[in-house]
């Protein structure tokens, strides 16, 4: 089985229209493409910020992980995919948009 570039995962996660937070994401992903380890959370979560960066991705709620869910600490971001989101993601194949 050959898997998705992470960034078409990520925009397929997001596309349910749902808001996620960024370690719901990266935990699935992380599971999915067998890439444990604080280097791929970190690589992952990057790979969201970008899309954020890039306009398919929207924040919608923020939140220090005081408990270590995420990585204790640091920032917890929660988003929603936006319309450019949505489109881009059509255009990559996602079906389900």
């Given at each position: 089985?050959?898997?998705?570039?992470?960034?078409?995962?990520?925009l397929?996660?997001?596309?349910?229209?749902?808001?996620?937070?960024?370690?719901?994401?990266?935990?699935?992903?992380?599971?999915?493409?067998?890439?444990p380890?604080?280097?791929?959370?970190?690589?992952?979560?990057?790979?969201?910020?970008?899309?954020?960066?890039?306009?398919?991705?929207?924040?919608?709620?923020?939140?220090i992980?005081?408990?270590?869910?995420?990585?204790?600490?640091?920032?917890?971001?929660?988003?929603?995919?936006?319309?450019?989101?949505?489109?881009?993601?059509?255009?990559?194949?996602?079906?389900?948009?």
């Amino acid at each position: 089985m050959t898997l998705r570039p992470i960034k078409f995962k990520i925009l397929e996660l997001f596309s349910d229209g749902q808001e996620h937070w960024n370690y719901e994401i990266v935990k699935q992903i992380q599971k999915e493409y067998n890439m444990p380890g604080d280097y791929h959370r970190d690589s992952i979560n990057f790979d969201i910020i970008e899309l954020v960066s890039g306009g398919m991705l929207s924040g919608v709620d923020e939140m220090i992980d005081k408990e270590g869910i995420y990585k204790k600490g640091f920032l917890m971001q929660k988003y929603v995919i936006t319309d450019f989101g949505k489109l881009r993601a059509s255009n990559c194949c996602i079906r389900n948009l």
